[in-house]
């Protein structure tokens, strides 16, 4: 009796194996795939070539895309743009673009983060308060997050007051300050008078505050008579 050929389980699944392969259409295949890292790293170099702290210590956060995106490969360059009028800030979305006729434009957000020396208020400072170099410190801080600017150091001769109440610890912005008054209202001040041919000085009464180079009524002490002039320095006030 002739005995059949047996074969084991084992040995069957090779060949299962390659008849399904054969039997798998060409387009299975994977196709290549954009590099996603590209995208974020054009939108990154886009927003390092034209952000405004220019100087500082600038670092910036590499957008993640998520790995499910599949995109053509794109065969050349990839361009990186905002829209017009638009602003680099903390968070900024960047388009990125593949300038080919089967292209596709992805728009990622970046974050930067730019260390600078800034001002901060050392105690409160109520408003009006004249603003001394005792009054504030020096701090690092990351000025994207500071939308209204910052200052980072005072005019020479304290020629600052407070515009607004300022917290202990508080970032020092321009709209918080305003210059100081160099004339309060009561002072006694010398009203000048001058013109090409003469100057003449007498004394008033000033019926205002005002700060250097501000408009400000006094009160001739001898006249009576209010006039207008420009608030100087040392108390003087200047009538043209």
């Known amino acids: 009796m002739k005995l059949l050929p047996i074969f084991s389980l084992n040995s069957q699944i090779p060949i299962a194996l390659a008849l399904v392969m054969l039997l798998l259409p060409i387009n299975s295949v994977a ?45 050349a360059p990839l361009q990186a743009s ?3 009028g638009g602003r680099i800030a903390k968070r900024t979305s960047i388009a990125v673009k593949c300038p080919t ?3 596709w434009t992805i728009h990622v957000s970046v974050i930067a983060n730019a260390e600078a020396s800034v001002l901060v208020a050392r105690r409160a400072i109520s408003r009006h308060e004249q603003i001394h170099a005792n009054d504030v410190m020096e701090a690092s801080r990351d000025i994207t997050s500071l939308p209204y600017g910052y200052l980072s150091e005072l005019p020479v001769g304290d020629a ?22 160099v004339i309060k209202r009561g002072d006694i001040v010398a009203i000048e008078l001058s013109d090409t041919r003469m100057a003449i000085s007498m004394r008033g009464v000033a019926l205002a505050d005002a700060a250097a ?28």
């Open 213 to 240: 180079g501000e408009l400000v009524a006094v009160k001739n002490s001898q006249s009576g008579r209010t006039v207008q002039g420009q608030a100087m320095a040392s108390g003087r006030v200047r009538i043209q």
């Open 160 to 181: 600052l007051q407070a515009k607004t109440g300022i917290a202990q610890g508080a970032v020092i912005t321009p709209g918080m300050t305003q210059a100081a008054n």
């Open 31 to 75: 196709a290549p795939a954009q590099r996603l890292e590209a995208i974020g790293e054009a939108a990154v170099d886009f927003v390092r070539s034209n952000h405004p702290w220019q100087g500082l210590n600038v670092s910036f956060e590499q957008p993640t895309l998520d790995e499910r995106l599949s995109l053509s490969p794109c065969e």
């Open 101 to 103: 006729a089967a292209g």
């Open 82 to 84: 905002m829209p017009i």
